[in-house]
């Protein structure tokens, strides 16, 4: 719902002081892009904007923000409904593309929104104002592409109490920032001596009004202040003489002579109303109690007591910032209860109108705990689905005994847990959650209860998934077949969002047993893939087709991967997407096809379609570099390392783990190899603290690399022996190959090492295994490898040599068919090969039939 007030020009009153050096430096912001005025409370940037609109001959679009304008879709919707007031029927076509995302999305909302401001025939500017409240980067972001890209007959105004929150230094440096700084604000000494002349009652001397402008140094809220205090002072001269001391201490001061010369029921009503966010005479009522509200209001506005209209007719109004944060602060120090009292009135009246975001908020401060969750729980589905962070934060601020025995958003808590990496407190609410609604069989009908126990379920297979249980994974996976076999609601909440990425969707990355997960994943997708309408399977086949690739087993894994990127309910999960586009790029590097690897990922560029579009295209950007660096061209990777802002003294966390391992490569290459050392040193202390496999041997390997570079070899083969040791057991085999020529060139030192160890091993690692990866790089090893397959291996490939099937060869050595099966599939893998034919010229070229 539109709050129409938020888009319209505020009003001001009629005596103002005439500002023409003022408005003359807000005119030079048409010559940029964006004008930022800037200033604490008190400093009159709304006035002085109204003002400056009244004699602007372009187009005003006004938007005023709050703290509920945290939202993405929220905050570009009311920025088209104003620029519609002024321009009737504009960017109706945008419309759509907001509403597909909450947060940034460059790449189609705000391009097309620029766009439509370029057809614009005239000049129009924008204004935001109380930016302040902004938090959500995804605005920020947004915001600073859309200046980026505005037609120069476009202009950006934003008044706010700090700084901004993105970069501007580039704007300003290319003469697109204009700035309105305190200093400019601020009443000279010409100004306050007009202010107190033409707009106050007071007779003050030329002295007087000089003192009173030093000690307050022009700030308007405080010349305000003391005029409306000085009215009733018997003693002007030593009145004046008290005003003395910082801003904060002026306003208290002449807030609380303000507050206590009126009467008792305007004080009662400035209190309790002081809590709102905005008012019209139907809200005060409510919460007041007071049937005279609208009077009351139009009587602070005659006596110029810090209240805005907000409308022309008068029909909603809101306090300065520095009156209501000083009426808040008495009443919740003096009256604790009218405090809580006037939050659950007013939350009353805001759910009754149809607000009710905003009533969720009061309902909390009035700790009207059950309330709050009820109107949650009534729009639950929508807050996860476009509200997802005002949701986190009602949610966090809950006690948690306020909604044990409300299954969707207990479930809610336990994603945002999920989450936000706290996964110990997450596994404790799920057993707990598990065991309450069991116990609630008998209260829901079984379709209720089959529905919130299949929810519970996934969230209990996702906590033993990050414990690396797949036994129990499995099994709960099968109780959410049972319970709900189209799937849980959370298998696809968020599911074009980016909510960390890496360090959640990568899920190979969380188990360290490869043969394991083979079956476990295998099995899952044989059980969903015939289920037209479920995208969850998607996470499986990423996950599958890495673990193929990582097998060098290039032509099952292109398979799966085909497999998923046909099914048209995968396709617009940008977070499954991601992954399977990166793993069939990699695929097809490896099999030859640099081109289509490379164009692979630039069609993904234009196949995601999230509002974090942004944040997704940082991850294909790195994985460009990385392709960029294994087809032998710097130039692509040296540009990344230029515009993508991280750096080898970045904190390290799992989220960004894929970009910093291209950054440690990246700066190998540039012999920059203590800066990639220092960086992959604290990689490795996390990877180990969160006892993920792969990546640690990701990380050895490049450190190896680096090492090497620099000379150190037995420091780097050391590295790289613990690297072997690692991977040997799992199979890893392209973590190795994929770094090139260069670990070639490393295994074949250490194979020529250790080759005459004691029983063809390297310490703990195979002299098998190292020459297995040396075959598959295509390096010629002088020794025949007959120690490469087991002797069960050999006599299945002299059986195959013979012409026998599977079948018989199990008959003849006395094993099943499926073990035959694995069995050739081992040696296809240690022989690079995906068929009979080549897997026994492999053979016959290595001499291992023997």
């Not at 020009?9 to 807000?26: A, D, F, G």
């Not at 990689?683 to 680096?706: F, G, N, P, T």
């Amino acid at each position: 719902m539109f709050v129409s007030t938020k888009f319209h020009i505020p009003h001001v009153r009629n005596k103002l002081v005439s500002r023409p050096r003022l408005m003359n430096n807000l005119d030079e912001g048409m010559n940029a892009k964006l004008t930022l005025v800037s200033a604490q409370a008190g400093y009159g940037k709304t006035t002085a904007l109204c003002e400056w609109v009244k004699q602007c001959r372009a187009h005003v679009a006004w938007i005023s923000l709050d703290k509920q304008d945290n939202d993405w879709t929220q905050f570009w919707n009311y920025v088209i409904a104003s620029i519609q007031e002024r321009v009737p029927g504009f960017a109706i076509e945008v419309l759509p593309l907001i509403e597909k995302g909450t947060s940034l999305s460059f790449s189609h909302a705000i391009t097309a929104l620029v766009n439509e401001l370029n057809r614009l025939p005239g000049e129009l500017v924008i204004i935001f104002d109380d930016y302040q409240f902004i938090e959500l980067d995804a605005i920020h972001q947004s915001l600073i592409y859309l200046i980026s890209y505005l037609p120069s007959h476009i202009h950006i105004y934003i008044a706010s109490r700090s700084d901004l929150a993105f970069p501007t230094a580039r704007l300003l440096a290319k003469g697109e920032l204009h700035q309105v700084i305190m200093q400019d604000l601020r009443f000279q000494l010409d100004e306050g001596i007009i202010f107190f002349r033409e707009t106050t009652e007071l007779s003050l001397t030329n002295q007087q009004v000089m003192e009173l402008h030093d000690q307050t140094e022009g700030w308007i809220s405080g010349l305000q202040l003391a005029a409306i205090s000085l009215k009733r002072s018997n003693n002007i001269a030593e009145s004046i003489h008290q005003f003395g001391g910082k801003q904060s201490h002026i306003a208290d001061y002449l807030l609380e002579e303000v507050f206590q010369h009126q009467s008792e029921p305007m004080r009662s009503f400035l209190m309790e109303t002081s809590i709102l966010n905005r008012m019209n005479r139907s809200l005060c009522e409510a919460v007041t109690g007071q049937m005279n509200s609208q009077a009351l209001l139009e009587t602070l506005e005659q006596l110029n007591l810090f209240i805005h209209p907000l409308d022309d007719q008068r029909n909603w109004y809101r306090y300065h910032h520095l009156l209501s944060a000083f009426l808040q602060q008495i009443l919740y120090r003096t009256n604790p209860n009218k405090w809580a009292q006037a939050h659950i009135h007013a939350a009353n009246w805001l759910e009754k109108h149809g607000f009710d975001e905003e009533a969720v908020e009061h309902f909390l401060e009035g700790k009207q705990y059950a309330d709050a969750v009820r109107l949650i729980e009534k729009n639950l589905h929508i807050l996860m689905q476009f509200k997802s962070i005002a949701l986190m934060k009602w949610v966090s601020v809950l006690p948690e005994d306020c909604f044990a025995e409300k299954p969707m958003i207990e479930m809610f808590y336990i994603s945002v847990l999920l989450g936000v990496g706290k996964w110990e407190a997450a596994f404790q609410r799920v057993e707990q959650a598990r065991a309450l609604f069991q116990a609630l069989k008998e209260k829901l009908t079984d379709a209720e209860w089959n529905r919130i126990m299949g929810n519970i379920y996934f969230f209990s297979a996702i906590t033993s998934y990050l414990q690396k249980d797949l036994v129990r994974t499995s099994e709960y996976f099968e109780l959410v077949e049972r319970h709900v076999p189209e799937g849980s609601f959370f298998q696809t909440m968020g599911r074009n969002r980016y909510q960390g990425y890496d360090s959640f969707d990568d899920h190979l990355a969380f188990i360290n047993d490869l043969h394991a997960a083979h079956k476990f994943l295998l099995k899952w997708i044989q059980h969903w893939e015939y289920k037209a309408e479920y995208p969850f399977v998607g996470f499986l086949y990423a996950t599958y087709s890495k673990l193929l690739y990582e097998w060098n087993m290039l032509e099952e894994a292109e398979f799966y991967v085909s497999q998923a990127l046909g099914r048209k309910d995968v396709q617009p999960f940008a977070r499954i997407m991601i992954h399977l586009a990166v793993s069939a790029s990699r695929i097809q590097q490896a099999k030859g096809n640099a081109s289509l690897a490379s164009e692979l990922l630039q069609k993904l560029k234009s196949q995601i379609d999230s509002p974090d579009y942004d944040l997704f295209m940082l991850k294909v950007d790195a994985e460009q570099s990385y392709l960029s660096l294994r087809q032998g061209s710097l130039e692509y990777s040296l540009d990344w390392l230029r515009r993508c802002g991280l750096s080898h003294t970045d904190e390290v966390s799992l989220s960004r783990l894929a970009e910093h391992l291209v950054l440690a490569r990246v700066l190998t290459v540039c012999w920059r190899m203590e800066d990639a050392l220092y960086l992959l040193e604290r990689m490795y202390l996390l990877l180990s603290e969160e006892d993920r496999l792969r990546d640690r041997i990701k990380v050895l390997i490049l450190q190896s690399m680096a090492l090497q570079r620099l000379g150190q070899l037995d420091t780097a083969l050391q590295r790289l022996e613990t690297a072997l040791q690692l991977g040997e057991p799992e199979g890893y085999v392209r973590s190795f190959i994929d770094e090139g020529p260069e670990i070639a060139d490393m295994l074949s030192a250490y194979l020529k090492l250790h080759q005459g160890g004691p029983s063809g091993n390297a310490g703990s690692v195979s002299i098998r295994y190292v020459k297995q990866l040396l075959l598959a790089m295509n390096v010629t090893v002088k020794e025949p490898l007959k120690e490469l397959l087991t002797e069960q291996e050999k006599r299945i490939m002299r059986l195959i040599a013979e012409g026998l099937s599977n079948k018989e060869i199990g008959h003849h050595l006395n094993i099943t068919g499926e073990t035959v099966k694995s069995h050739i599939k081992n040696v296809y893998r240690k022989l690079q090969v995906n068929n009979r034919l080549k897997a026994l010229q492999r053979t016959k070229d290595l001499e291992t039939l023997v």
